[in-house]
């Protein structure tokens, strides 16, 4: 089965930057808990969910970010909109977020807002795990990691937001 292009290019930088992985065919899963039922050995909290918001910033303009969480928590809203100096913010629309990674679905969207152009923030609680594991484009396709080379991959700012 053809994935997104996106599992390909997650899969090359991976291996370009000599990282640790593994990789998980599966039925197609939206949520976090959906995903957690199918990936043995992993837990929710280790389950990264990648969610794309739109905010306007102190001056005024419109820019889409990315956080990311562990699958078990919810992000603080008033923290988050601290965080991000945001004058106001919103979840992507589906649209949008098709539009911003190039088809990819919700439930899809990999912790790579680098790869995308967007800026990354990582809920620090994420990484106390040694490894993580998402959905890396494809609702099918997941990837497991160690967290220190997805800091070293992706780069985030790392912060609070739960």
């Known amino acids: 089965m053809p994935y997104h292009q996106t599992v390909t290019d997650i899969l090359n930088l991976l291996k370009q930057k000599d990282c640790w992985f593994k990789t998980f065919e599966h039925e197609p899963v939206v949520t976090s808990e959906e995903a957690a039922k199918l990936r043995h050995g992993y837990s929710i909290s280790q389950g990264t969910k990648a969610i794309i918001v739109k905010i306007k910033n102190s001056a005024g303009e419109n820019e889409f970010v990315m956080l990311v969480l562990p699958g078990d928590k919810k992000f603080d809203s008033p923290r988050v909109k601290k965080l991000l100096e945001a004058r106001e913010f919103r ?10 990674t190039n088809g990819i679905r919700i439930g899809g969207i990999p912790p790579f807002g680098n790869l995308f152009g967007i800026r ?21 396709f997941s990837i497991a990691m160690k967290a220190e080379d997805y800091l070293k991959v992706v780069k985030p700012v790392v912060e609070e937001m739960v």
Do not use: C, H, P, Y
Not at 95 to 100: A, D, G, P, Y
């Open 91 to 100: 979840f992507a629309t589906e649209e949008e977020i098709s539009k911003l």
């Open 120 to 140: 990354v923030f990582a809920e620090k609680t994420l990484l106390d795990n040694e490894k993580i594991i998402f959905n890396a484009g494809d609702r099918s």
